[in-house]
């Protein structure tokens, strides 16, 4: 029987020791806390508070100061390792501000960033906080939303490139404010079918705006340049009681184009 050389013994265990080593760097780096990453790499953001876990699972407190009544939260964590096979960073994620909850995937790529199967619903409250109107006392519901968001790279041209899901809305009766006075719509019950369109070179989320029947309501289109179209239908205008414009209903009658969430503060 042929005897094995030295050197065959040698080779598996530095293979072993070379394992253990880079499963001790893993388990390290997931170890590490939390806090000291956002501090390296977000230092003074004034959106974080505070910062608790570790790389592996943890939670933060959130602020958004700029809206007209300071909107915070809190969002948890638990890290996908199997996203790194794919070249990307993920999560599991729970963001979570007074009655709002919402919980799905967040992946991070070199330039890319997505939301996968985000469910839950965005509550009247917040809502109230980010847009300065009389809305409702009824939620935001999202129903599996997924948006995938491009930034230039090689031959990809930034913008949305995928977007699936819904958020329905039972409506009710809307005031905002327009010219020194308050304007009232009722709103109907409603869903938003989201996708992805490509316009010549550019990439738009597209979120189609739909009542009960699946009639066209207005139609919304974002583009790589946060800039937000927005077109509303004689059908949705006949639901506020001083608009008196004669259309087919499904003739857009309002078309906006502004930075997104520009003015949706201003009285």
Known sequence: MPKLSASSHKRPRKLWWLVGLVVFALFAVLQMPAAWI???YAPESPYVQQVSGNVWQGALIWQLPQTGTALT???NWTWQPWQLFLGKLGADIEVTTGQTRLDGQVKIGRSTWQVDDMSGKIAAETLVSVVD????NTPIQ??????QRQSA???KSAGFHKADGQLTWVGGEVGYPNAGKILYITMPPMRAQLSSEQKNDNHLLHVNLLNNQDKRLGDLYLDGDNMLDVS???RLLENMPEYQGQAPQDTPVISVRQ???????AN
């Open 153 to 155: 790279a090689g031959d």
């Open 259 to 265: 930075p997104l969430l520009t003015g949706l503060g």
């Open 73 to 75: 939260g809190s969002a």
């Open 232 to 234: 509303l239908t004689q």
């Open 38 to 40: 956002v501090e390296k």
């Open 133 to 136: 109107w009389q809305l409702p």
């Open 142 to 147: 999202l129903n599996n939303v997924s948006i």
